[in-house]
């Protein structure tokens, strides 16, 4: 035993100075859109923006208003009511009214073998215009240079698919520190910033903003490529560097913002549709993923109470460490320093959420999102 914790203990210090470096380097990659592009460039190319809504009706109307304000000229924006059975129409309508160029479709009935949202976002792009298309939420709130500064990167570095982060302004303290895990693990995992380079497999999408060009986005087979998966936009990152397309993720701040989640309640049924998706339904990774977050950051902590000597010493620097890679990655998006000390429980929460998510899957052999139920079967079928 004695041996074994000593091992863990250099193994798992290797690992995250490892990490410390890998992330802290990687991170600083990912370039800011407001850095990258002035802000009076006026690039020349016609854009559709597409929002996908179902039961939408306490946040549509400010986010719509929002992209009514961008300054890209002669935009194409396409909202798509997906079955809403709240006010959620009624709002598009008054809309309307005030903002003729202002497009809706409505879904009455959702086809076989169909996600909603997936669907909702490809009924937009067969009624959309421009070269570009943008894909968004309901609910996300940007500033009037946003599109436009996105489309002048996109001609500027030859990229067929920009997908930009948002700012994520959560209410309460627990939901802050999450975020910090949450987007650290995404950053371990995920390895965004490689995406742009064509060598890699790694792809990226982000819900609330993926800018495509449209012709990159037929090529690699529109939404009926990813009609029933609910991570779709990140398998939508996925069809396009696998068609050869170039894409680039970029931080929004200061350019887009959303609020994820009100509670942590909500965040955990929230994640319950797409995070065994987004492993692939592979019931390997959602059991060896958590546990290694849990070797990793959660039992250096408890280490300390069973080691002594120089492996007590190498666990409280582990401890180090970890906070240390919290903090680097997490202080950027709006997590502060009294944030840190609770990572170890974050992550432990984070491991919750994952194993929730699965299990509820599994014993429900399917999901349930927005009031409809996917079996588990037409899910995994969709292999991307």
Same mark, same amino acid.
């Given at each position: 035993?004695?041996?074994?914790?000593?091992?863990?203990?250099?193994?798992?210090?290797?690992?995250?100075?490892?990490?410390?470096?890998?992330?802290?380097?990687?991170?600083?990659?990912?370039?800011?859109?407001?850095?990258?592009?002035?802000?009076?460039?006026?690039?020349?190319?016609?854009?559709?923006?597409?929002?996908?809504?179902?039961?939408?009706?306490?946040?549509?109307?400010?986010?719509?208003?929002?992209?009514?304000?961008?300054?890209?000229?002669?935009?194409?924006?396409?909202?798509?009511?997906?079955?809403?059975?709240?006010?959620?129409?009624?709002?598009?309508?008054?809309?309307?009214?005030?903002?003729?160029?202002?497009?809706?479709?409505?879904?009455?009935?959702?086809?076989? #073998?169909?996600?909603?949202?997936?669907?909702?976002?490809?009924?937009?792009?067969?009624?959309?215009?421009?070269?570009?298309?943008?894909?968004?939420?309901?609910?996300?709130?940007?500033?009037?240079?946003?599109?436009?500064?996105?489309?002048?990167?996109?001609?500027?570095?030859?990229?067929?698919?920009?997908?930009?982060?948002?700012?994520?302004?959560?209410?309460?303290?627990?939901?802050?520190?999450?975020?910090?895990?949450?987007?650290?693990?995404?950053?371990?995992?995920?390895?965004?910033?490689?995406?742009?380079?064509?060598?890699?497999?790694?792809?990226?999408?982000?819900?609330?903003?993926?800018?495509?060009?449209?012709?990159?986005?037929?090529?690699?087979?529109?939404?009926?490529?990813?009609?029933?998966?609910?991570?779709?936009?990140?398998?939508?990152?996925?069809?396009?560097?696998?068609?050869?397309?170039?894409?680039?993720?970029?931080?929004?701040?200061?350019?887009?913002?959303?609020?994820?989640?009100?509670?942590?309640?909500?965040?955990?049924?929230?994640?319950?549709?797409?995070?065994?998706? #987004?492993?692939?339904?592979?019931?390997?990774?959602?059991?060896?993923?958590?546990?290694?977050?849990?070797?990793?950051?959660?039992?250096?902590?408890?280490?300390?109470?069973?080691?002594?000597?120089?492996?007590?010493?190498?666990?409280?620097?582990?401890?180090?460490?970890?906070?240390?890679?919290?903090?680097?990655?997490?202080?950027?998006?709006?997590?502060?320093?009294?944030?840190?000390?609770?990572?170890?429980?974050?992550?432990?929460?984070?491991?919750?959420?994952?194993?929730?998510?699965?299990?509820?899957?599994?014993?429900?052999?399917?999901?349930?999102?927005?009031?409809?139920?996917?079996?588990?079967?037409?899910?995994?079928?969709?292999?991307?």
């Amino acid at each position: 035993m004695e041996l074994l914790l000593q091992s863990l203990a250099i193994v798992t210090g290797a690992v995250l100075v490892a990490s410390l470096v890998a992330l802290g380097r990687g991170n600083r990659a990912i370039r800011f859109l407001t850095d990258a592009v002035g802000p009076d460039v006026r690039p020349q190319a016609a854009v559709s923006i597409i929002v996908a809504a179902r039961n939408e009706a306490d946040t549509i109307e400010p986010a719509l208003r929002s992209l009514l304000a961008q300054d890209h000229p002669g935009l194409d924006i396409i909202v798509v009511n997906d079955r809403s059975t709240d006010a959620t129409g009624d709002v598009l309508a008054r809309l309307q009214r005030e903002f003729p160029a202002l497009k809706t479709v409505t879904v009455t009935a959702l086809p076989s #073998g169909w996600l909603g949202k997936n669907h909702a976002h490809w009924v937009g792009a067969q009624a959309a215009t421009g070269d570009f298309l943008l894909f968004t939420d309901a609910d996300i709130l940007m500033h009037p240079s946003a599109v436009r500064r996105a489309v002048a990167f996109a001609l500027a570095e030859g990229l067929d698919h920009v997908a930009v982060g948002p700012e994520v302004p959560l209410p309460g303290f627990w939901l802050t520190a999450f975020l910090g895990t949450f987007t650290m693990c995404f950053s371990m995992f995920v390895r965004p910033w490689r995406a742009r380079d064509p060598r890699s497999t790694v792809f990226v999408g982000i819900g609330a903003f993926n800018l495509v060009r449209r012709t990159a986005y037929e090529r690699a087979g529109t939404h009926v490529a990813i009609r029933m998966r609910p991570d779709d936009d990140m398998k939508l990152g996925k069809i396009i560097k696998l068609a050869g397309g170039r894409q680039e993720l970029v931080a929004g701040k200061g350019l887009l913002a959303v609020t994820w989640y009100h509670s942590l309640g909500e965040l955990i049924r929230g994640l319950e549709k797409n995070t065994f998706a #987004g492993m692939d339904y592979s019931l390997a990774l959602a059991v060896t993923g958590p546990l290694t977050l849990f070797l990793l950051f959660v039992w250096p902590c408890l280490a300390l109470l069973v080691t002594s000597g120089w492996v007590w010493q190498v666990n409280m620097l582990n401890v180090g460490l970890g906070l240390a890679l919290y903090a680097d990655n997490s202080l950027r998006y709006g997590v502060r320093w009294r944030h840190v000390p609770l990572f170890p429980l974050t992550v432990l929460l984070m491991m919750f959420i994952v194993w929730n998510a699965t299990l509820r899957t599994l014993l429900g052999r399917g999901i349930t999102w927005r009031g409809t139920y996917y079996s588990l079967a037409e899910l995994k079928a969709n292999r991307v």
